[in-house]
């Protein structure tokens, strides 16, 4: 049995929730069984390891009801880790201070999965400390999978090229479902929008943040790709990375997103302009990121792409990678929906089964 533990349990943990409800309702599962035992919010809490499925189809209940104690991290990190079962604790914020204590949680012995790029991404030698705790055989287990492309398999197409040797040249891709939704209407011959109204559009469908500043500025991107590069050995990060902030100059201090949008279409002659340009050497634009396995050209851009190019037939907001490797020379390309909580909460289940699929096959060679 595989007990797990969520931090966070909102959009994308509701969604894993109700994944784990249905997998532990199925018989053909019954020889994996995975069990939750804990949810956490930033109020309250609920430890119970007699959770039952049919309690779980009410689990803000759980948390938010009657049963449930004020929130305490600490305490309830310290609750899991005397359960007998192993446990994965399941990060599903986005939370700095909460990706600072995964090398609290893995000396406790606990697996992490988690979506949280904040680990990963941040100071390197957080990111150099949390994979030496989970580096040895019989030690706890870290997957993130969903930090990249959410249930896409990036990172674990990357972490097999890298295990078998294979050297990395380079690594591209459009990495936002936002930024890809963006250009994919708006840099295409005989598209007749406005970027203004194309952002406008994204907002409204709900592909942007609340302020789409924070897509337009480019961090995400570089957040995945500095995950990328430093899984594939490269020491880098987001003050490093050279990153193309899209947002025009003007705007970047306005004081709210209503602003922001009322005044962007100022600036709809500069991006009409780019995209001529794009258009008339027959290209589109593409917001993308890069990691150079050979140099120092790692980095974050607004760039051209030939019409023929798998990035410019992208549709709507998926995101694709391009993996150009000494045993690829034509690259290995993954695409697919790269966001929204469903598939970011597969990304996640995948990685619970593979601490599972490991836990039970020790468990099975110690009644040898």
């Known amino acids: 049995m595989l007990s797990v533990a969520i931090v966070g349990p909102g959009l994308v943990g509701g969604a ?12 053909r599962f019954s ?11 930033s109020k309250k809490m609920a430890i119970s390891t007699s959770f039952a499925s049919a309690d779980l189809d009410s689990w803000k209940d759980k948390v938010l009801g009657s049963s449930a104690v004020p929130a305490d991290l600490t305490s309830f990190v310290d609750q899991l880790s005397a359960l007998p079962a192993p446990v994965t604790l399941v990060d599903c914020t986005s939370s700095d201070s909460v990706a600072e ?11 992490i999965v988690t979506p949280n790029k904040k680990g990963f991404s941040n100071d390197y030698g957080l990111f150099k400390k949390i994979q030496q705790l989970s580096s040895g055989p019989e030690g706890p287990s870290v997957y993130h999978e969903a930090t990249v492309g959410a249930g896409l398999p990036v990172l674990s197409t990357l972490n097999d090229l890298v295990r078998t040797g294979d050297k990395i040249i380079k690594i591209e891709g459009i990495f936002s479902g936002t930024l890809s939704y ?34 337009l500025n480019g961090m995400d991107v570089a957040r995945k790709v500095t995950i990328l590069g430093r899984v594939a050995g490269l020491d880098i990060g987001t003050d490093t990375l ?16 209503d602003e922001f949008m009322s005044r962007l279409p100022e600036f709809d002659a500069h991006f009409k302009e780019l995209n001529e340009q794009a258009l008339a050497s027959g290209s589109v634009l593409r917001y993308v990121g890069m990691v150079d396995g050979q140099g120092n050209q790692s980095g974050v851009k607004l760039a051209r792409y030939a019409l023929d190019h798998p990035f410019a037939s992208l549709k709507g907001s998926d995101n694709i990678i391009a993996f150009t490797t000494e045993r690829f020379p034509n690259p290995l390309i993954i695409q697919g929906a790269g966001a929204g909580a469903a598939v970011t909460a597969f990304g996640i289940f995948s990685d619970i089964i593979k601490i599972a699929e490991r836990f039970g096959s020790r468990s099975a060679a110690a009644k040898i």
Request: charged share 15%; hydrophobic share 40%; with cysteine.
């Open 101 to 111: 204590q995964y090398p609290e949680w893995l000396s406790k012995g606990l697996h």
């Open 31 to 41: 020889g994996l069984p995975i069990a939750i035992v804990g949810l956490i919010n």
């Open 182 to 215: 963006l250009f994919n209407n708006f840099s295409v011959p005989g598209a007749a929008s406005s970027f203004s109204e194309c952002v406008s559009v994204a907002k409204a469908s709900g592909y942007t943040e609340p302020d789409p500043r924070d897509d």
């Open 242 to 257: 050279p990153v193309e902030n899209i947002v025009p100059e003007a705007l970047r201090s306005v004081a709210t997103a």
């Open 16 to 27: 894993l929730i109700e994944q784990l409800v249905a997998y532990s309702k199925s018989p």
